[in-house]
């Protein structure tokens, strides 16, 4: 099943990341957050320092306290100790010989001690203890609120920003073409909308910010190990290569592994949407074994893939701690000698064992946050795909939908959704306000296609489109769609009431106004028959509700939504007869005020229209009232004894 991954659409599509600019695009987002984002840099800087002190303290009260050999700087007169302070170069130290008195020397001269400056220069040790440790636990504490704070800061600008982007992403959404729509799979773009503005916030929050304290601390670590000791320094970095090496060749198999592994993560969502939505098909066609095995190759595959991933880390994380535990044994045999031999203080090797742990860390933690970058820019250079896509025209216009009549003009209109095959050939028709036509043919003939181009949801390669004396291209599509009332082929009802479904969740229109418009087109009489009457909740994509019923809540929302234009398309064609009987009779009287145009396979709906447009392939063939086109005996006619024959 390895080629799984063309079918479910979405899946590997492969985008190389080279540009790193698509991410200053998205500089924008952040830049309403910029205070916080200098303030959690701020921040993370101090922590980074922070984090630096805890073994140069405890190096210090090592060398300096700890240790037999605390170094001093003496003032000596007269072969009696004056004043005296702790410097690490300083020339005399502290000791005693085998009787047990305590003097002071620089190697040479012994400056013997009294008791009580013996004392006192024991408690100094003492009291620096103790200030170091003080120091030790104020460090840990800062740390501890800096990084708290910082967390804070970034979470909350990462969710600002996630936010921020998707509701830019949505609005953009709405704007798009419907041909963006019929070529994107819906479940490519909620992933867009809701997960790739996820992987971009946290590039500018986890990764930017982690990023900028591993460098801090790696030039911290390198800058103090050579302070300490440029020798143990030197030999520390030494391993530093073969480290780099280490992770380039662990990337270069990770990101191969998580490649993988997410274009089948991909594939077992897109199977699963796909399974379940079509779940129906599969039981009454007794699919599921089939499906079950097609289902287990591919979590299968799945978990091939992870496993892959997995043996890659399995491999890195010791490899790590090997090329570690290396380079401590390294400085602890070369540190050893430097003890012996007086060149090196035992406080500085301890700081060394220390800064090479910490060292490591944001090493391996660069290495592994190197994912989330390359998923950063993949996701966006998808969004910007998104964003840069066509939009729709909705040019600043005041609100003139009060003042339409509802006439329409087709002239000459061509229309090819892919740009290359014509769907419609050249239609040329006209309907004057308040006429009620209607237009027929075979499916797949364009009728449909019309009433798209009508409502302006596709572009038409040639010729135009006229509604009451303007071209639809030159109005604000809003105010145009304010002055079409429609009812889709495939009626869509949201989650939410009937009553909200039928005024589109505008609540300014009443709940009277909805009964009424409901009571207009016969819906009134199966609404009131549902469990919660018209307050009867709705799940998305109303399986509940039968065809008819769907088609009765939309017709209702369309003499709701009070328009000079009323569109039908195929409203009755699953409302028995009696039902559409009683409609007919409201579209006549609708039809007093509104020019309605029908779209109807029954052709008996359609007899009493003052005009009937016949649509063949593509093309407009007859047209005229329904006596003229049965006498002139063509495409109309037959299609009409084909059915009258049949209902007899
Ligand atoms: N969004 C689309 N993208 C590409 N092709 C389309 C699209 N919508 C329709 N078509 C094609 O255009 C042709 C006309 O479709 P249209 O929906 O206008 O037919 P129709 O006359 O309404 O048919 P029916 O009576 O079955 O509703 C069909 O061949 C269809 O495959
Ligand atoms: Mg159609």
């Known amino acids: 099943m390895s080629n799984n991954s063309n079918i479910y659409g979405e899946v590997e599509e492969k985008v190389k990341v080279e540009d790193w600019g698509i991410i200053f695009r998205l500089w924008k987002f952040v830049k309403p957050y910029l205070g916080l984002f200098i303030i959690s840099i701020i921040l993370i800087l101090i922590s980074a320092g922070l984090d630096l002190l805890p073994p140069f303290l405890t190096k210090v009260a090592i060398d300096n306290y700890i240790s037999n050999d605390t170094k001093y700087d003496a003032v000596i007169e007269d072969n009696k100790l004056i004043s005296y302070e702790i410097n690490s170069d300083g020339k005399y130290y502290f000791t005693h010989d085998e009787d047990g008195a305590f003097f002071i020397t620089d190697g040479t001269t012994k400056i013997p001690l009294t008791k009580s400056e013996e004392e006192e220069l024991q408690s100094k040790d003492l009291s620096g203890i103790t200030t170091i440790t003080f120091y030790l636990i104020l460090t840990l504490i800062g740390i501890f609120f800096i990084n708290y704070g910082q967390v804070i800061l970034t979470s909350f600008m990462g969710l600002k920003i996630t936010h921020d982007l998707r509701m830019f992403l949505f609005k953009k959404l709405l704007k798009k073409r419907m041909r963006f729509f019929d070529t994107n799979p819906s479940g490519r773009l909620s992933t867009r909308v809701a997960n790739d503005t996820q992987n971009i916030t946290e590039f500018f929050t986890n990764v930017i910010t982690s990023i900028i304290k591993d460098v801090v601390l790696l030039a911290g670590i390198i800058v103090i190990m050579l302070y300490l000791s440029i020798e143990l320094g030197?030999?520390?970095?030494?391993?530093?290569?073969?480290?780099?090496?280490?992770?380039?060749?662990?990337?270069?198999f990770d990101r191969i592994a998580y490649r993988k592994v997410r274009a089948k993560v991909a594939v077992i969502n897109a199977f699963l949407a796909e399974h379940i939505s079509g779940i129906s098909v599969i039981k009454l066609f007794n699919q599921e074994k089939r499906k079950k095995k097609e289902f287990d190759e591919v979590n299968n595959d799945h978990l091939k893939s992870t496993m892959e991933q997995m043996k890659v880390f399995a491999i890195f994380r010791p490899l790590m701690d090997l090329l570690y535990y290396l380079a401590v044994t390294v400085i602890l045999w070369y540190g050893a000698k430097g003890i012996t031999s007086s060149t090196i203080e035992f406080g500085v090797l301890y700081a060394f064992v220390s800064y090479i742990d910490m060292f490591f860390r944001p090493l391996k933690d660069i290495a592994e946050k190197y994912d989330i970058v390359q998923n950063a820019l993949a996701s966006s250079e998808k969004v910007f795909k998104l964003i840069d896509e066509d939009e729709e025209n909705y040019n600043e216009e005041k609100d003139d939908s009060k003042d339409r009549k509802g006439s329409v003009e087709f002239k000459n209109v061509w229309l090819a959704y892919d740009n290359k095959n014509f769907i419609l050939k050249d239609i040329s028709f006209k309907v004057s306000p308040k006429e009620k036509i209607a237009i027929v043919g075979e499916t797949g003939a364009g009728k449909t296609s019309i009433i798209s181009i009508l409502n302006?949801?596709?572009?038409?390669?040639?010729?135009?489109?006229?509604?009451?004396?303007?071209?639809?291209?030159?109005?604000?599509l809003k105010q145009l769609r304010k002055s079409i009332g429609i009812v889709i082929q495939d009626v869509f009802l949201f989650s939410g009431n009937i009553i909200d479904n039928i005024r589109l969740f505008d609540k300014s229109i009443s709940r009277e106004e909805v009964v009424q418009a409901a009571k207009y087109?016969?819906?009134?009489?199966?609404?009131?028959?549902?469990?919660?009457?018209?307050?009867?909740?709705?799940?998305?994509?109303?399986?509940?509700?039968?065809?008819?019923?769907?088609?009765?809540?939309a017709l209702a929302r369309a003499v709701l939504f009070n328009t000079k234009i009323l569109v039908l398309d195929e409203a009755t064609s699953n409302i028995d007869s009696q039902t559409e009987y009683y409609i007919q009779k409201a579209l006549e009287r609708i039809s007093q005020t509104k020019t309605v145009i029908t779209i109807a396979h029954r052709l008996s709906t359609i007899k009493s229209s003052n005009r009937i447009l016949v649509m063949h392939k593509g093309k407009l063939v007859e047209e005229g009232n329904h006596l003229e086109l049965l006498e002139k005996k063509g495409i109309y006619a037959d299609l009409y004894k084909l059915q009258y024959e049949n209902e007899v």
């Open 234 to 252: 030197v030999v520390s970095l030494l391993i530093l290569p073969v480290i780099v090496v280490a992770i380039l060749v662990f990337r270069y």
């Open 456 to 476: 302006g949801l596709y572009k038409i390669q040639k010729g135009d489109v006229i509604v009451d004396g303007k071209s639809i291209y030159d109005y604000n």
């Open 521 to 553: 087109v016969y819906a009134d009489y199966f609404i009131e028959r549902l469990s919660d009457g018209y307050d009867t909740e709705i799940i998305e994509g109303a399986a509940t509700l039968s065809a008819g019923e769907r088609q009765l809540i």
